[in-house]
């Protein structure tokens, strides 16, 4: 569904990524996520984290989940989805 001033139909059968963002605290002790967190980092296509010493990144990787550094602004972001979700073979 687009918002009711866009330019794009609702109903366009353009092709579509997804954006999720997930928080996490210092004050979380390192390893302990929720599941649906977990699912989501190990499904992810790309897992971006800002703080290269954030205490959760050697679980991360410990689990087997690639994360990359950087901090990209929300166009990079959904540039990245768009062209991730054209490749996709329908």
């Given at each position: 569904?687009?918002?009711?001033?866009s330019p794009?139909?609702a109903?366009?059968?353009?092709?579509?990524?997804?954006i999720?963002?997930?928080?996490?605290?210092?004050?979380?002790?390192?390893?302990?996520?929720s599941?649906p967190a977990?699912?989501?980092?190990?499904g992810?296509?790309?897992?971006?984290?800002?703080?290269?010493d954030?205490?959760?990144?050697?679980?991360?990787?410990?689990?087997?989940?690639?994360?990359?550094?950087g901090?990209?602004?929300?166009?990079?972001?959904?540039?990245?989805?768009?062209?991730r979700?054209?490749?996709?073979?329908s």
């Open positions: 569904m687009t918002a009711p001033d794009v139909p109903d366009a059968a353009a092709p579509t990524g997804r999720v963002l997930l928080t996490t605290s210092h004050r979380v002790a390192p390893g302990l996520l599941w977990w699912q989501a980092l190990r992810a296509d790309r897992v971006l984290s800002g703080d290269p954030h205490p959760q990144l050697p679980y991360l990787r410990d689990a087997g989940v690639e994360v990359e550094p901090a990209p602004g929300a166009r990079e972001l959904v540039d990245y989805c768009v062209g979700a054209a490749a996709r073979p």
